[in-house]
Nanobody, 120 residues
């Protein structure tokens, strides 16, 4: 059973920053490096959407709404994925989920989510 543990959410004012972390404590390191790691979010009444994803080699992709403000990264030695969020806006308010996707098989796993609220 793959376990993904998110942390770092909270309440922040518009224009502020947060860094989310996603750890895979029980995953074998050699397996972790094969996963595409992603961050999704779901706001109340809306569908879950992809925010950013990063391959094992470090290639990253972003939703248009966060380009230039968010940065996804991974530290394979720590089996951890990060999402640095800058210039936060109220519309970034959502429950943020970490996802691990094995590209060859389509097998994927989700964390429990961490809440981000952007409000003055």
């Amino acid at each position: 059973q793959v376990q993904l543990v998110e942390s770092g959410g909270g309440l922040v004012q518009p224009g502020g920053s947060l860094r989310l972390s996603c750890k895979a404590p029980r995953m074998i390191l050699s397996t972790f490096t094969q996963y595409v790691m992603g961050w999704y979010r779901q706001a109340p009444g809306k569908e879950r959407e992809l925010v950013a994803a990063i391959t094992s080699g470090g290639s990253a992709d972003y939703a248009d709404s966060v380009k230039g403000r968010f940065t996804i990264s991974r530290d394979n030695s720590r089996k951890t994925t990060y999402l640095q969020m800058n210039s936060l806006k109220p519309e970034d308010t959502a429950l943020y989920f970490c996802n691990a996707l094995m590209p060859n098989t389509g097998q994927n796993y989700w964390g429990q989510g961490t809440q981000v609220a952007v409000s003055s």
